[in-house]
């Protein structure tokens, strides 16, 4: 790895009305302010410059005090679309423009759950394969019938684009492209950081709709071979 130091790379994450709070907070810990310990696999200091972006000004209580104007999209390399709680109105029309043009320089564009909608909303998905929150996959196909939603998936990298799954799945995803910019050592460093797993499949589905239960025979062989494992000073697995 390069050991000179660099200029931050700009990330943007754009948040709407109504949005969804943990996929806000799970990019600002992956690339936002960490400890030192966790930014000292990088030489050249922490690689990434976040900002938090909306249509809505910062004075509305819809959204975080923090957020920025718009036109921060102008100067970004990634954008993130948090999701929101209610995807069925239709996104503001100055921050679809705004993706547009952001993905028209260039941008890496991502969604994070429901922020896929906007994504959709401004042809960036179109003839792509993407994903969303499984409970929201139906409308999302519906709305945007030329882009293909894969609801089984946890997060998805279509030609460049990349959307995830609901909540949680946003981590994967965030991991994921910290992984692709500066290898899996960072990736594992920033997943210990958050208590995460360092790596979870894209294809991967979203849930387990029922957890077999593991039956008396089944654990009375688990402790069998715990039992000769111990007695041979091996290992079981």
């Known amino acids: 790895m390069d050991s000179n130091p660099k200029d931050p790379a700009k990330v943007a ?9 943990l996929d806000v907070a799970v990019p600002q810990q992956v690339f936002g302010r960490q400890p030192d ?5 990088w030489p050249g200091g922490a690689p990434y410059e976040l900002t938090l ?12 005090r923090e957020v920025e104007p718009l036109d921060r999209l102008d100067t970004a390399d990634t954008v993130i679309v948090a999701g ?3 995807p069925t109105g239709s996104p503001d029309a100055e921050l679809v423009q705004g993706l547009r043009d952001a993905y ?9 759950c429901t922020g896929a909608f906007a994504l959709a909303a401004a042809g960036i998905l179109d003839g792509r394969s993407a994903t969303t929150h499984w409970r929201w ?12 939603v894969r609801e089984a998936e946890l997060y998805v990298e279509d030609s460049g684009v990349f959307t995830s799954a609901g909540v949680l799945a946003g981590t ?19 997943a210990r950081f958050l208590v995460s797993p360092p790596h979870r499949e894209g294809g991967q589905a979203q849930f387990i709709e029922h957890i077999p239960p593991v039956g008396q025979s089944q654990h009375r062989r688990f402790l069998m071979m715990l039992k000769l494992g111990r007695s041979l000073g091996g290992s079981t697995s």
């Open 137 to 148: 996959a139906g409308l999302l196909r519906e709305r945007h019938p030329s882009v293909t």
């Open 172 to 190: 994967d995803l965030c991991l994921h492209l910290l992984r692709l910019d500066h290898g899996q050592a960072a990736a594992n460093r920033m």
């Open 53 to 64: 972006v909306s249509a809505v000004p910062a004075e509305n209580p819809l959204v975080p």
């Open 13 to 21: 994450v754009v948040v709407q009305p109504g949005y969804v709070l």
């Open 37 to 41: 310990w966790v930014t000292a696999c």
């Open 84 to 86: 929101v709680q209610d």
């Open 104 to 112: 028209d320089r260039g941008s890496r564009m991502v969604s994070i």
